[in-house]
């Protein structure tokens, strides 16, 4: 089988034809960062290059300084110690964060950084963690663990291919919107409502490891398009050849392993 790394070696890019800077920001890399996530940070870094792009990577930890210029924001998923230690520093950030949801910069946040994006994470021992108010969501903590590979249909992406794994069972109020919707009782946001995930503006809420835009090339280029309209004011890909053939070796790749992963028992 071949990997990432072999389709990049077996395309090379000239380096010359990259150029116009996308900041990108890992949110909480040492502390939300399970079940392959950093996938998704290497996935945006790498697409950003085929379409012509300088990825600008800021790998943002407590109390580190904020980027001045943000274009995407991409955090992953932890356990609850784990959101617990980023909650002081991550409330310090949640109105810069906001501004940044309400200006339309695109950002994707898997399972326990999506619960702590929503209002409130009440654990299975009764603490409760505040979120950051971007989605309007609460999650409660629970006995039964969620867990398996899990296909999705989303209006906006088609089928998404994923993997979940979190006993938060999420809730959406009135009126928002879901990610995408599940079709089996016992699996999604939380088992009962048939939803998963959550999105607001440019952002995308989710349990979806995997991880999860390896797999899901329309995810990955929405979040893409999203922050060169952001900075720029338009996608623009600038491609030469080889970056085309790249790109498209990547998205047979993530073809290939969609349809592994939705042949996959839970």
């Keep these: 089988?071949?990997?990432?790394?072999?389709?990049?070696?077996?395309?090379?890019?000239?380096?010359?034809?990259?150029?116009?800077?996308?900041?990108?920001?890992?949110?909480?890399?040492?502390?939300?960062?399970?079940?392959?996530?950093?996938?998704?940070?290497?996935?945006?870094e790498r697409r950003l290059v085929l379409y012509g792009y300088e990825p600008v990577m800021h790998y943002y930890n407590q109390g580190d300084p904020w980027p001045e210029?943000?274009?995407?924001?991409?955090?992953?998923?932890?356990?609850?110690?784990?959101?617990?230690?980023?909650?002081?520093?991550?409330?310090?950030?949640?109105?810069?964060?906001?501004?940044?949801?309400?200006?339309?910069?695109?950002?994707?946040?898997?399972?326990?950084?999506?619960?702590?994006?929503?209002?409130?994470?009440?654990?299975?021992?009764g603490s409760r963690l505040d979120g950051i108010n971007i989605f309007g969501v609460y999650t409660e903590g629970r006995e039964k663990r969620m867990i398996g590979n899990l296909v999705e249909r989303s209006d906006r992406f088609g089928d998404v291919v994923g993997y979940e794994n979190h006993s938060g069972q999420t809730f959406l109020r009135s009126g928002v919107e879901p990610f995408g919707l599940v079709a089996h009782d016992g699996t999604g946001n939380n088992g009962e409502d048939h939803t998963e995930g959550a999105r607001v503006h440019n952002v995308i809420g989710t349990y979806m490891h995997g991880s999860l835009l390896p797999k899901n090339p329309k995810v990955s280029d929405f979040l893409i398009s999203a922050a060169a309209e952001h900075r720029y004011g338009r996608f623009e890909p600038e491609q030469s050849q080889d970056q085309r053939a790249a790109l498209e070796a990547l998205d047979q790749f993530a073809a290939n392993a969609r349809r592994v992963a939705a042949a996959r028992p839970r």
């Design 69 to 125: 210029q943000v274009d995407m924001v991409l955090g992953g998923g932890g356990q609850d110690s784990g959101q617990k230690k980023i909650t002081d520093d991550l409330f310090k950030r949640a109105d810069t964060l906001r501004a940044l949801a309400e200006a339309d910069v695109p950002m994707l946040m898997i399972c326990g950084l999506y619960q702590l994006f929503g209002e409130y994470f009440e654990t299975i021992d």
């Design 1 to 44: 089988m071949q990997t990432t790394a072999t389709l990049t070696q077996e395309h090379p890019v000239d380096a010359s034809r990259v150029g116009r800077p996308i900041d990108v920001v890992s949110l909480y890399p040492k502390d939300m960062n399970i079940y392959g996530d950093w996938g998704n940070v290497l996935t945006v």
